[in-house]
């Protein structure tokens, strides 16, 4: 038997001499000073501390890796390789269209669809299920464009039209592309950025037996290519346009002039592809009715402003986990992408500078709370610069020469041009990829500069876009593509305009009912008072929303 009250003794002993050689460990510490010259050897740690027996003391400072590194104002290149690529693979790799391990190109694949047809060229068609998935996830927050879907499949409205479309490829542009071809049309499509094609939805929509020419990471050549074959296929002849950016529409009218003078309506949905519409225009040479879908009210006011409110954020917390909490910040241009951006950061708690050209926007921006500056007075102090502008060269070498060490810069834009990104692939700087979609410019005195998408548009290069506003714009799309194919003949001359008011409140109306909005109705006395019909429009073309 064991003798309880000489276990009891033991364990006591036991413990105190535990607490003498812990008071005798932290006396040794305690006498210990640390300076900014001194250095902690191994052989000075107690074997309390220590995993691993401990030998006579080597005096050797302690290294994290196998060789000593030197840790100076700027990283060396190795060391921002090495830690880059750990914080990669853990934050952005993704199943969906980024994780192939697949190098080769589609064009250099063979692939079927379960059809049997090989008319496409996507990244990996097995994709198709995964792509699927998210194409029925969108449609849950598109209720509207699938209602729309609904009522006018049995009319058929766009039966015999044969569309050719460069957007972006995304699941929420596949219920629109879905939409049209329950409508009665013939789609061929393509994507407008060269990253921002979900790489599953269009393998699911190439399964479906829509003719998709994209993957994520195109060349340029590639770009051009992808257009060409959807514009160009034996026995098909497009008679429609939907354009985002309007490189299908000047591909079409520089390469196939034949073709675009059979084309019956052209919808453009960017500033900068209805800035191009409107020079077309004006120098007499647009031969075909088209519809400026991106000044509609239910874009501009939708798409443009919440949609960026929510996606600015998402792009770049997803590529480069900033806070913004402090951070300096300039947006260039103050429109409705510009407004939603300059919203998003100041309610993080960023400092937000903007800078306009146009005196009624500027004031907007005072009236909003925010210094509106010269891009010059800023630069060499702002932590990120983001461009919403449609213009070119926004932000130039000369600017980004200046532009602090660590500090961002991002396009909102739908066009590449904004940021001078040519000039910075020169023998000088040099490029190192830290993410997908994130690269370090390097100057020769190792100052960085974090340029996302290589210029291009932010939110669907890096992240992805609310859908139920992505509804809207889809629904205005349609509608406006059906207006222009069945409009009688001479209805729209060989010009650019705007969706008639009615078509921007339809598609408003169709949206309420997923917040289980109640409109009040106008009385026969309050109708006649104003001059409205009771079933709108309700607002004269000029009224500004």
């Known amino acids: 038997m064991s003798d309880p009250a000489g276990e009891t003794k033991l364990e006591v002993k036991q413990a105190s001499k535990e607490v003498k050689e812990s008071e005798n460990v932290a006396e040794k510490y305690s006498a210990m000073t640390v300076s900014k010259n001194s250095e902690m050897n191994i052989g000075e740690l107690s074997p309390v501390f220590s995993a691993v027996p401990t030998h006579k003391p080597v005096k050797k400072q302690i290294q994290f890796v196998e060789e000593k590194q030197e840790f100076s104002r700027f990283p060396t290149k190795t060391g921002r390789r090495?830690?880059?690529?750990?914080?990669?693979?853990?934050?952005?790799?993704?199943?969906?269209?980024?994780?192939?391990?697949?190098?080769?190109?589609?064009?250099d694949k063979s692939q079927l669809n379960s059809k049997g047809s090989s008319d496409f060229c996507v990244k990996n068609i097995k994709q198709a299920e995964f792509g699927r998935r998210e194409i029925e996830i969108a449609e849950q927050d598109m209720s509207a464009l699938v209602s729309l879907r609904k009522r006018a499949h049995s009319e058929k409205p766009l039966a015999g039209a044969k569309i050719v479309g460069c957007t972006h490829i995304t699941a929420q542009t596949a219920v629109l592309i879905e939409t049209l071809v329950a409508l009665g049309a013939q789609c061929r499509w393509t994507a407008c950025n060269i990253y921002s094609t979900q790489n599953e939805v269009a393998a699911a929509l190439a399964e479906r037996g829509v003719s998709v020419f994209a993957w994520k990471g195109e060349s340029e050549d590639d770009f051009w290519w992808c257009i060409d074959r959807c514009v160009t296929t034996e026995g098909w002849q497009p008679n429609m346009i939907l354009d985002d950016g309007g490189d299908l529409t000047h591909w079409v009218y520089k390469k196939y002039s034949s073709v675009f003078k059979k084309i019956r309506g052209i919808v453009e949905e960017s500033v900068t592809g209805v800035h191009r519409l409107y020079q077309l225009s004006k120098a007499g040479k647009l031969?075909?009715?088209?519809?400026?879908?991106?000044?509609?009210?239910?874009?501009?006011?939708?798409?443009?402003?919440?949609?960026?409110?929510?996606?600015?954020?998402?792009?770049?917390?997803?590529t480069t986990d900033v806070m913004f909490g402090g951070k300096q910040v300039v947006v260039c241009g103050y429109g409705e992408v510009g407004k939603g951006c300059s919203a998003a950061l100041k309610a993080l708690g960023a400092i937000v500078y903007v800078t306009e050209i146009d005196p009624i926007c500027g004031l907007q921006a005072c009236m909003d709370g925010f210094k509106v500056v010269k891009l010059n007075e800023v630069i060499r102090h702002v932590d990120v610069v983001i461009t919403c502008t449609g213009n070119k060269n926004v932000v130039n070498r000369d600017q980004l020469d200046r532009m602090k060490n660590g500090s961002m810069v991002c396009n909102m834009g739908h066009s590449n041009t904004e940021i001078d990104v040519a000039s910075l692939r020169t023998p000088e700087l040099t490029w190192e990829r830290v993410r997908p979609q994130v690269d370090h410019v390097i100057w020769p005195d190792g100052k960085?500069?974090?340029?996302?998408?290589?210029?291009?548009?932010l939110n669907l290069s890096c992240s992805t876009v609310p859908t139920f506003v992505l509804s809207i714009t889809a629904t205005t799309q349609a509608l406006a593509l059906i207006e222009l194919y069945n409009a009688p003949e001479g209805?729209?001359?060989?010009?650019?305009?705007?969706?008639?008011?009615?078509?921007d409140e339809y598609v408003a109306s169709l949206h309420l009912a997923t917040f289980d909005a109640h409109l009040t109705e106008l009385t026969d006395e309050q109708a006649k008072y104003l001059g409205l019909n009771k079933n709108g429009p309700f607002k004269p073309n000029y009224y500004r929303y």
């Open 448 to 457: 960085r500069v974090i340029l996302l998408a290589e210029g291009r548009l």
């Open 82 to 107: 090495s830690l880059s690529r750990s914080i990669s693979q853990s934050s952005t790799d993704s199943y969906s269209s980024d994780s192939s391990d697949d190098e080769t190109s589609p064009r």
């Open 491 to 503: 209805r729209y001359k060989q010009d650019v305009y705007l969706l008639p008011k009615k078509m």
């Open 287 to 318: 031969c075909v009715p088209a519809m400026n879908v991106n000044d509609s009210v239910t874009k501009q006011k939708f798409d443009n402003l919440y949609c960026c409110r929510e996606s600015i954020l998402d792009g770049l917390k997803r």
